[in-house]
């Protein structure tokens, strides 16, 4: 089992930078690819950015490729977001997920074995 908690959630203006954090236990952090995923109200779950176990390569959604940043402290079993530049649209609930190995597809939320509860992330226009 892994246990994953979120953090660093809250209500920002439009414009503003966050950085998230999802602190892992239970399982050797490194051997797992870690993605960060958000829901929005009344939409469904989508991916955001993922990090390889490697922390070698990292994917993104195009649309946020450029304001958001994702990386990996394996020595503090830490995956962050940092998200800069936050638009009204980035409302949402964000949840790091954590897949073991190689994903086959770092997007697709079936990858991920593991789910932290998530935070919530309010951006005020």
């Known amino acids: 089992q892994v246990q994953l908690v979120e953090s660093g959630g809250g209500l920002v203006q439009a414009g503003d930078s966050l950085r998230l954090s999802c602190a892992a236990s239970?399982?050797?952090?490194?051997?797992?690819?870690m993605g960060w995923f958000r829901q929005a109200p009344g939409k469904e779950r989508e991916f955001v950015a993922a990090?390889?176990?490697?922390?070698?390569?990292?994917y993104y959604t195009d649309s946020l490729k450029g304001r958001f940043t994702i990386s990996r402290d394996n020595a503090k079993n830490t995956v962050s977001l940092q998200m800069n530049s936050l638009k009204p649209e980035d409302t949402a609930v964000y949840y790091c997920?954590?897949?073991?190995?190689?994903?086959?597809?770092?997007?697709?939320?079936?990858?991920?074995?593991?789910w932290g509860q998530g935070t919530q992330v309010t951006v005020s226009s």
């Open positions: 990090i390889a176990w490697s922390g070698l390569t990292s």
């Open positions: 997920g954590a897949g073991y190995g190689a994903l086959n597809s770092y997007r697709r939320e079936y990858e991920y074995d593991y």
């Open positions: 239970g399982r050797t952090f490194s051997d797992y690819s």
